[in-house]
């Protein structure tokens, strides 16, 4: 069964870090480019971050750009996400998924950022 | 940055009746590859997003054969045949052509 298992979130206060991690299962995990997506409390979906399959290319959504880092092991089957200087704007829940077009869901881990 | 219109914003619909989504992109969505990277997702409450349809007209495997989706270029269309109570929650259009943009969601109950 593919399954995608996020953990890592949590309450932090604003100018400060988390890290993310996605722990994937049932497919062969380096063969495909992996993704964040993020929803605000009451929002829609925002696309975050992806990388592809070998790590050479990442991309990131304008206003994550300089604070957050998608990375990968693929010996480990894992995908992170480092994030830094947060802001309020980033409390959401954060899912990390297979594939730039987004083919399975992990089922999330939220991310508070509050004094 | 491609701009996702979906209307309308929420659809209220009579169990066994057809429900249709309109999604538009401010470009189109054709890639230098020749394939359209137009994906549907389902969130039903308190669920993670799951993908329904792939490259426009693709069904995931799973999906029931009620949802389909059609269209090109800059417009597109999720139909479902008919509706079922499982079918509530929000659906979402996102583009993978040109970076990665979602629609604002519909919001899809039952009268």
């Known amino acids: 069964e593919v399954q995608l298992v996020e953990s890592g979130g949590g309450l932090v206060q604003p100018g400060g870090s988390l890290r993310l991690s996605c722990a994937a299962s049932?497919?062969?995990?380096?063969?495909?480019?992996m993704s964040w997506v993020r929803q605000a409390p009451g929002k829609g979906l925002e696309w975050v971050a992806n990388?592809?399959?070998?790590?050479?290319?990442?991309n990131y959504v304008d206003s994550v750009k300089g604070r957050f880092t998608i990375s990968r092991d693929n010996a480990k089957n894992s995908l992170d996400l480092q994030m830094n200087s947060l802001r309020a704007e980033d409390t959401a829940v954060y899912y990390c998924?297979?594939?730039?077009?987004?083919?399975?869901w992990g089922q999330g881990t939220t991310v508070t950022v509050s004094s | 940055d491609v701009v996702m219109t979906q209307s309308p914003l929420s659809l209220p619909v009579t169990l066994g009746q057809p429900a249709s989504i309109s999604c538009r992109s401010s470009q189109s969505l054709v890639h230098s590859d020749g394939n359209t990277y137009l994906n549907w997702f389902q969130q039903r409450p308190g669920q993670s997003p799951r993908r329904l349809i792939y490259?426009?007209?693709n069904r995931e495997s799973g999906v029931p054969d009620r949802f389909s989706g059609s269209g090109s270029g800059t417009d597109f269309t999720l139909r479902i045949s008919r509706v079922e109570a499982e079918d509530v929650g929000f659906y979402y259009c996102?583009?993978?052509?040109?970076?990665?943009?979602f629609g604002q969601g519909t919001k899809v109950e039952i009268k």
């Open positions: 049932g497919f062969t995990f380096s063969n495909y480019a």
């Open positions: 998924a297979r594939g730039s077009n987004l083919g399975v």
């Open positions: 490259r426009v007209s």
């Open positions: 996102m583009q993978g052509t040109h970076w990665w943009t």
């Open positions: 990388i592809k399959q070998d790590v050479s290319e990442k």
